[in-house]
C-alpha cells in the first residue's frame, strides 16, 4: 500500500501563473517532508523540505504547504518558469519507524509542464 | 568537487549474468543508499549505509548485495540479473544528524537493462 501518494501524473501550466503539485501521505508517524526535481537523464536534486512542527516553509519562487490533520502537503512554484519543467517527487520519513533510521518514502512524481 | 558518481552510466546484460554498480561519493557522507525507479514508479530503496562497514536491507532487496569497504564507496551487485531487475538506478548519499542535515544527494543514475 502506498504511503505517499502523489496522485496527478502530470500537470501543465502557463508560463507565470502559479503551479501547485499535490502530495497525500497516510502514515502519521511522517514528521519530515521533502520535495525533489528531476530532470531526464539525471538524479533528483533536492528542492525543499518542512519538519511536522511547521505549517509553511518557503525558499524564494517555491513554498511548501503542510496540513497534518489532512495528511497532506503541497508545493507552489509563483511564477512558475520553462525551466521548472521536470518531475517532482514527494518524500517523506519518520522519526523511529522500524529502525529505518528515518529513511525517505517517495510518491510516484508529478511531472510538470511550464509553457511558454 | 564531483558530488556522488556512478559508474556505469549505461549497461546491457543477459539473464543469468553478474555485474556491479559503483557508487563514489567525496563528501564525506556517512549514509548511503541504493535506490531503484521504474516507469510510473517513485523511488524505491534497495539496501543502505549507515557507516563504513555496515549495510541493511530496504524496501526491495531481493537479488541484490552491497557492500561498503570504505567511507566513499557503496556498491551494489547483482548475482544473476534478471529482467525484472531492468530499471533505473540511483545511490545517494547524505550526512548523519538532524533531519535537516540528512538531506539526500543523488547521482545522475546507471540504467540497466536485462535481456
Known amino acids: 500500500d502506498q504511503q505517499v501518494k502523489q496522485n496527478s501524473p502530470s500537470l501543465s501550466v502557463q508560463e507565470g501563473r502559479i503551479s501547485i503539485l499535490n502530495c497525500d501521505y497516510t502514515?502519521?508517524?511522517?514528521?519530515?517532508f521533502l520535495w525533489y526535481k528531476k530532470y531526464p537523464a539525471e538524479g533528483p536534486t533536492f528542492l525543499i523540505s518542512i519538519s511536522s512542527i511547521k505549517d509553511k516553509n518557503e525558499d524564494g519562487r517555491f513554498t511548501v504547504f503542510l496540513n497534518k490533520s489532512a495528511k497532506h502537503l503541497s508545493l507552489h512554484i509563483v511564477p512558475s518558469q520553462p525551466g521548472d519543467s521536470a518531475v517532482y517527487f514527494c518524500a517523506a520519513s519518520a522519526s523511529n519507524y522500524g529502525g529505518s533510521q528515518g529513511n525517505l518514502i517517495f510518491g510516484k512524481g508529478t511531472k510538470l509542464s511550464v509553457k511558454p | 568537487n564531483a558530488g556522488v558518481t556512478q559508474t556505469p552510466k549505461f549497461r546491457v546484460l543477459k539473464t543469468g549474468q553478474s555485474m556491479t554498480l559503483l557508487c563514489a561519493q567525496d563528501m564525506n557522507h556517512e549514509y548511503m543508499y541504493w535506490y531503484r525507479q521504474d516507469p510510473g514508479m517513485g523511488l524505491r530503496l534497495i539496501h543502505y549505509?549507515?557507516?563504513?562497514?555496515?549495510?541493511a536491507k530496504g524496501e526491495v532487496p531481493d537479488g541484490y548485495n552491497v557492500s561498503r569497504l570504505k567511507k566513499q564507496n557503496f556498491l551494489l551487485g547483482l548475482e544473476s540479473a534478471a529482467p525484472s531487475q531492468t530499471s533505473v538506478y540511483f545511490c545517494a548519499s547524505s550526512y548523519t544528524g538532524s533531519r535537516a542535515l540528512r538531506t539526500q544527494y543523488f547521482g545522475p543514475g546507471t540504467r540497466l537493462l536485462v535481456l
Open positions: 549505509s549507515v557507516g563504513e562497514g555496515t549495510t
Open positions: 502514515n502519521s508517524m511522517f514528521d519530515y
